[in-house]
């Protein structure tokens, strides 16, 4: 990041909001499909950027009507759909403030985040996501108004139709967002409250065209406008919102709308996104399915684990500048032989960029993808900085998170906390000063997260500030780090060390559902539950002998004693994981209290 960068993208930006950015798409690129649905047959469903935009007119006028005016604050509670971006930018265009809730959210969960953001109307899915409104009404008093999309069953006469805000004409945007400020907020983006209740984060609109125009420049395209990619996060996740909202509204992406992350692979084999974000199990899933559908001929599946760790040192060869013209046919003969019918099995045959966020990825999966041809990326960052921090999509290095984007300064603090400053640092917590003070401090944004950087400026993490694991001998030991190489064991898809206050390190390790059942078939249990399999004396011992080759990764004192291997799955958006998959310690440890005691007993 230079001062000359910074200074050319606030003057860039200067007075831009996402509504402006957008009616500059839809005058250069009208025509794109901004939008696809897939329907019961297989077909696509399309909403070219001047079909979206018209529909945005309709649903400003509706929502106009129903009462919506500037600073005012709707939740949206729906999947996946293309309801949701009219929605949501009809929202922005009249100066309110659209908020996401977690799809899974209980009665509760819904009643603390709608009166805290003193939201007074909602749009809401039919089903079960409008019965939990519904529960949580009573304890709203602010929340007049509430549209249904779909059926609304029968929800009650105080629950009205969203085709009702297609019947109030149209809104001339152009109008609206002449009438917009840069200083409007964007989006709340409530965290996940694994450490408390839930904090809204402030996202103004300069916060998302600065922050949308530095990730621009990391991938530097030559063209952007109908760049393919699948939107299946939920969009209370800063994200989804960026990648799956924000940056087709400003540089004209082409969004499928997958409602349901289950059927992810389905709609990436029919859509061939160009571009993707994914947490990391989402990339480990697809790992893990590679393998499954290659465990079924053995001899195919040690040629080809032969081919990648062939192409893993070609790979290695041309970060270091040191790859040989050999090596490069080398690659490109393993490309036609196997690589190429792996992408196109997964659907990323046609991916021009990769991108794993919003939790560490395992160095192995990473470094595999990119070896078969699969450009895979790490992007840091948090909710609070809009997103992003750090990344370099054209100078990936594995084990690294990237240096910092363009017009913001990342830097390592005294304490080894990582902190950032710039455009994308949020605006604060809505309605506690308090939090803000202790995030933002003289303007930087401190992360939590503690980390190193190397003499190229390229960052790596070590560990969640809070959450350095202190045994009763006094040592700091980062679980994160351990708990990374653990997921590497083959058969393990999620791991939890354990120690605070203890005399040694275990774990709590989760069978991969996918892993698994490529065992069992492979030794004679088709059929075998994961519950079973973890208890299953062999199965027990392939993984102690994976602990017992990650332990010697590790000093003495880091090192795992004992671990559990448990058979359940675990669910996002879940008491033990985040909607993105990150662990709530606090509710795997409540959950197995137990299991935990067991091992040091």
């Known amino acids: 990041m230079t001062d000359d960068t910074t200074t050319a993208m606030h003057a860039l930006v200067a007075g831009l909001t996402a509504p402006m950015q957008f009616l500059r798409t839809v005058a250069e690129h009208g025509d794109v499909i901004a939008l696809r649905a897939m329907e019961a047959d ?36 729906m999947r996946n759909r293309p309801e949701f971006h009219w929605l949501d930018i009809a929202t922005q265009f009249l100066r309110a403030t659209p908020v996401s809730i977690y ?41 007049t108004t509430v549209f249904v999309v779909g059926d609304p069953g029968g929800a009650g006469h105080d629950v009205r139709r969203a085709e009702e805000l297609d019947t109030h004409g149209s809104l001339d945007l152009d109008e609206l967002a002449v009438a917009g400020d840069p200083d409007d907020i964007a989006t709340l983006i409530y965290t996940s409250g694994t450490t408390g209740p839930p904090k809204g984060v402030m996202i103004s609109q300069f916060n998302v065209v600065f922050t949308v125009e530095s990730l621009r420049r990391c991938i530097d395209f030559e063209h952007y406008a109908g760049l393919r990619t699948v939107s299946y996060l939920p969009m209370a996740h800063i994200a989804e919102r960026m990648m799956g909202l924000y940056q087709p509204m400003i540089l004209g992406y082409t969004v499928h709308c997958c409602p349901d992350v ?29 393998g499954a559908a290659l465990a079924a001929d053995p001899a195919r599946r040690q040629q080809f684990d032969q081919a990648v760790s062939a192409a893993l040192a070609i790979r290695r060869a041309e970060r270091d500048g040191t790859a040989t013209d050999e ?18 099995l997964v659907g990323l045959d046609e991916l021009r960029l990769g991108v794993s966020g919003a939790a560490p990825i395992q160095q192995p999966v990473l470094e595999w993808f990119n070896a078969v041809g699969i450009p895979l990326t790490e992007i ?51 309605k506690q000063p308090d939090k803000t003070a202790e995030t933002i401090v003289d303007g930087w944004l401190h992360s939590g997260d503690v ?20 045994t009763s001998g006094g040592k700091n030991i980062s679980p994160a780090n351990l708990e990374s190489a653990l997921r590497s064991i083959p058969l393990v898809g999620q791991a939890v060390a354990i120690g605070d206050n203890r005399k040694f390190v275990s774990a709590l390790l989760v069978l991969d559902p996918d892993a698994a059942a490529v065992w069992a078939t492979a030794h004679g249990r088709t059929g075998a539950s994961p519950t079973e ?17 990650v332990n010697r990764q590790f000093a003495t004192v880091e090192q795992i004693k004992r671990f559990t291997l448990l058979g359940e799955e675990w669910l996002p958006d879940s008491d033990v994981l985040t909607p993105t998959s990150k662990l709530k310690r606090r509710g795997v440890t409540a959950r197995y209290a137990d299991e935990i005691e067991a091992m040091y007993a």
């Open 533 to 549: 399999l973890a208890t299953d004396p062999e199965v027990v011992a392939e993984v102690q002998a994976g602990v017992d080759q």
């Open 262 to 290: 289950n059927e992810l692979s389905r709609f990436l084999v029919a859509a061939r996104p160009q571009i993707l974000f994914g947490v990391p199990r989402v990339w480990e899933k697809i790992h893990s399915a590679v």
């Open 42 to 77: 297989g077909s696509w469903r399309e909403w070219s950027y001047r079909q979206l935009a018209e529909q945005v007119a309709r649903t400003a006028a509706g929502l106009r009507a129903a009462g919506v005016r500037p600073g005012q604050r709707v939740v949206l509670m």
């Open 103 to 143: 799809n899974s959210s209980s009665p509760e969960e819904i009643q603390y985040l709608a009166d805290h953001a003193e939201a007074e109307l909602a749009v809401v899915e039919s089903g079960p996501l409008l019965e939990r409104m519904q529960a949580a009404r009573p304890e709203l008093p602010r929340l």
């Open 327 to 344: 090596q490069r046919r080398t690659w490109q003969m393993l490309d036609e032989a196997a690589f190429g019918q792996v992408r196109r």
């Open 451 to 470: 980390g190193e950087v190397d003499e190229h400026g390229y960052f790596r993490i070590v560990d969640r500030k809070k959450e350095l694991i202190i």
């Open 380 to 430: 840091y960052g948090m909710s609070e900085s809009s997103g992003p921090m750090t990344w370099s999509p054209n100078a990936n290095i594995p084990g690294r998170i990237g240096q910092a984007i363009p017009g913001v300064e990342v830097r390592i603090a005294d304490d080894g906390e990582i902190v950032c400053r710039g455009g994308v640092v949020f605006q604060g917590y809505l």
